[in-house]
């Protein structure tokens, strides 16, 4: 049975000191593993803000977001343990090599085998003769793939990316998203994607737009002529 997050009735309000920022209202919808899900939207449209709402890594303001994993109602501490992050600057740790990036969190979680498994996640990805270079060693793409070894070797039942091909050119980016997807395809893993760009928008099952506060379906015809 598959897992879903499910995002009820989800507002936010940022308070600064002199003025309210309304982001989205009133936001309904179902993420369900084993689908990818894009989220598009202007800069500044609080895309990345309703992506970690989903993750369960920002408070929502009003509204409920509810986990269930195998049929049951799950916490959000629950969900967390069971997703992983790709970031748009890769966030790796600078002082830990390729395969010490990839054990940390199998270690987090007392995994025995951790270097063993990360290792063979890091040969998932193409840079199993990589393990000892450090980010500083390896190029954007290398890092990334790091990144995407880091968060899918947990075998979460989500992973949450933020305009993950951001910072790549168009090759490196292209290489990035076959490897994502398939990862993705072979591990039933659920996909939220923000992303700015229309291919990669284009390879998800759903899309959806955040404009002025709310979020639609994103028709496949509108993108593809954007
Ligand atoms: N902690 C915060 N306090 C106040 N305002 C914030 C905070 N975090 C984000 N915002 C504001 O919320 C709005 C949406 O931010 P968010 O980063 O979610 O947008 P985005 O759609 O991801 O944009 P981009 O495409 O540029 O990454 C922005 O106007 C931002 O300034
Ligand atoms: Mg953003």
Redesign the pocket.
């Known amino acids: 049975m598959n897992s879903f997050i499910e995002l009820q009735n989800i507002a936010k309000t940022?308070q600064?000191q002199d003025s309210q920022?309304e982001?989205f209202d009133n936001i309904n919808v179902t993420i369900e593993q084993g689908k990818a899900t894009a989220i598009v939207?202007?800069?500044?449209?609080?895309?990345?803000?309703?992506l970690l709402i989903c993750a369960g890594l920002e408070q929502q303001s009003t509204g409920n977001v509810r986990y269930v994993s195998k049929g049951e109602s799950r916490s959000i501490v629950q969900l967390k343990q069971n997703s992983g992050f790709i970031f748009q600057q890769f966030h790796l740790l600078p002082e830990l090599n390729a395969l010490q990036n990839v054990a940390l969190p199998l270690k987090l979680r007392g995994d025995k085998h951790a270097e063993k498994n990360a290792l063979c996640w890091l040969e998932n990805v193409g840079l199993g003769a990589r393990a000892k270079h450090k980010p500083n060693q390896l190029s954007g793409g290398e890092q990334q793939r790091v990144a995407i070894a880091r968060s899918l070797s947990t075998q979460p039942e989500f992973i949450f990316a933020d305009?993950p091909t951001g910072n790549l050119d168009e090759a490196t980016a292209a290489t990035i998203t076959d490897l994502l997807f398939d990862l993705i395809h072979e591990n039933q893993t659920g996909l939220v994607m923000?992303t700015?760009n229309t291919e990669l928008a284009l390879r998800c099952d759903n899309r959806l737009n955040?404009k002025q506060g709310s979020l639609n379906n994103y028709p496949v015809e509108e993108l593809a002529y954007a």
């Open positions: 940022y600064t920022v982001l939207g202007a800069s500044g449209a609080g895309k990345s803000t309703l305009e923000v700015h955040l």
